[in-house]
């Protein structure tokens, strides 16, 4: 019986060496010595060293100049990859979607063929009537809790304007305690949907948001103000825009740009992805570098030509770009956007 014991250990501790040691040794010393940039991250650094990203990653870039990345449902936090898990019928789904197409949407067809929307979107905020009724602020908040809600807590300086207003709002305050007697000292959150009715009954046609402004001391501040055109508006009540103008034919729009892949993390966007934003990136670098349009368009359409690539040589997929890859092509060849 020991015999065979000592054999089975013996078999044992010759797998676990071989598989657990000499193997992975093998393969890390084959990937260093024949693919090092792959096998240590596709990692990106400038010309002094510093870490600009990696090549399997995907991160945000806030600058028209460049090409921007599919939605990312882990906020581009590579610790926490993860898809959103929104069902078709969760309007958070529907929301996400409508803002990144808010600001883009173009008409199909008409006088107004291949003209953006968003001045629409914004005229039709402006004139505060939805579906027939005043206040589509206070609708937004009243048909959708979870968004008014979101607001508030999405960043620190909405929850404290909530706080100010409530402090000067007690007898809405009182309503929703009477409402809800189970909470006796409601948090700025429980108070968004009766804050944004009220918001919408005082200011009309506007919906408060973030400004930066220069304080006292020449530093930038942001406050909140009430606006009735921007971003905020032409992504966030697009949906309800759209609501109101069933009828009206827009231009389709790259599936990617607008949904957000399984690991939220995809570091590639399509090539007809990249084309529907040559046009933003082509114009801004060129009222940077103060040149003319048509020529840079045809610079960067040549960078998205070259970096442009498809899955296992072209036998499998569409053609992609690896977004980081061909914004620094950019930074490159443009320097630093104003």
């Given at each position: 019986?020991?015999?065979?014991?000592?054999?089975?250990?013996?078999?044992?501790?010759?797998?676990?060496?071989?598989m657990?040691?000499?193997?992975?040794?093998?393969?890390?010393?084959?990937?260093?010595?024949?693919?090092?940039?792959?096998?240590?991250?596709?990692?990106?650094?400038?010309?002094?060293?510093?870490?600009?990203?990696?090549?399997?990653?995907?991160?945000?870039?806030?600058?028209?100049?460049?090409?921007?990345?599919?939605?990312?449902?882990?906020?581009?936090?590579?610790?926490?990859?993860?898809?959103?898990?929104?069902?078709?019928?969760?309007y958070?789904?529907?929301?996400?979607?409508?803002?990144?197409?808010?600001?883009?949407?173009?008409?199909?067809?008409?006088?107004?063929?291949?003209?953006?929307?968003?001045?629409?979107?914004?005229?039709?905020?402006?004139?505060?009537?939805?579906?027939?009724?005043?206040h589509?602020?206070?609708?937004?908040?009243?048909?959708?809790?979870?968004?008014?809600?979101?607001?508030?807590?999405?960043?620190p300086?909405?929850?404290a304007?909530?706080?100010?207003?409530?402090?000067?709002?007690?007898?809405?305050?009182?309503?929703?305690?009477?409402?809800?007697?189970?909470?006796?000292?409601?948090?700025?959150?429980?108070?968004?949907?009766?804050?944004?009715?009220?918001?919408?009954?005082?200011?009309?046609?506007?919906?408060?948001?973030?400004?930066?402004?220069?304080?006292?001391d020449?530093?930038?501040?942001?406050?909140?103000?009430?606006?009735?055109?921007?971003?905020?508006?032409?992504?966030?009540?697009?949906?309800?825009w759209?609501?109101?103008?069933?009828?009206?034919?827009?231009?389709?729009?790259?599936?990617?740009?607008?949904?957000?892949?399984?690991?939220?993390?995809?570091?590639?966007?399509?090539?007809?992805?990249?084309?529907?934003?040559?046009?933003?990136v082509?114009?801004?670098?060129?009222?940077?570098?103060?040149?003319?349009?048509?020529?840079?368009?045809?610079?960067?359409?040549?960078?998205l030509?070259?970096?442009?690539?498809?899955?296992?040589?072209?036998?499998?997929?569409?053609?992609i770009?690896?977004?980081?890859?061909?914004?620094?092509?950019?930074?490159?060849?443009?320097?630093?956007?104003?």
């Amino acid at each position: 019986m020991f015999r065979y014991l000592g054999k089975s250990f013996l078999l044992i501790a010759v797998s676990v060496v071989i598989m657990c040691g000499a193997y992975p040794l093998i393969l890390w010393g084959i990937g260093q010595t024949v693919f090092p940039f792959q096998v240590n991250g596709s990692i990106v650094r400038d010309n002094d060293g510093k870490v600009i990203g990696s090549l399997l990653v995907a991160q945000p870039f806030s600058k028209d100049e460049y090409f921007q990345p599919r939605p990312s449902a882990a906020s581009f936090d590579a610790t926490a990859s993860t898809s959103s898990g929104y069902a078709p019928s969760n309007y958070a789904l529907r929301d996400r979607v409508a803002r990144v197409i808010g600001p883009v949407a173009t008409y199909a067809d008409g006088a107004n063929k291949g003209k953006s929307v968003a001045p629409d979107v914004e005229a039709w905020f402006q004139a505060d009537r939805a579906g027939g009724n005043p206040h589509i602020v206070g609708q937004w908040a009243d048909a959708h809790n979870s968004l008014a809600q979101g607001w508030v807590t999405g960043d620190p300086t909405h929850g404290a304007y909530v706080d100010a207003w409530a402090k000067t709002h007690d007898a809405d305050v009182k309503d929703w305690v009477k409402a809800n007697p189970a909470t006796p000292q409601p948090k700025a959150s429980d108070l968004a949907v009766s804050f944004f009715k009220s918001f919408s009954s005082e200011h009309p046609g506007m919906f408060p948001s973030s400004v930066t402004k220069t304080g006292a001391d020449g530093k930038p501040v942001t406050d909140i103000d009430p606006v009735n055109a921007g971003s905020d508006i032409q992504s966030m009540f697009f949906d309800m825009w759209r609501a109101d103008h069933p009828d009206v034919a827009l231009n389709d729009l790259p599936g990617d740009l607008v949904t957000a892949s399984a690991s939220g993390l995809d570091p590639h966007i399509t090539y007809e992805n990249a084309e529907f934003q040559l046009d933003r990136v082509a114009a801004k670098w060129a009222d940077d570098k103060k040149r003319d349009v048509a020529e840079v368009r045809r610079e960067v359409e040549a960078i998205l030509a070259d970096k442009a690539f498809a899955p296992w040589g072209g036998l499998i997929g569409e053609k992609i770009v690896n977004v980081l890859e061909v914004n620094l092509e950019l930074h490159k060849r443009y320097g630093e956007p104003s």
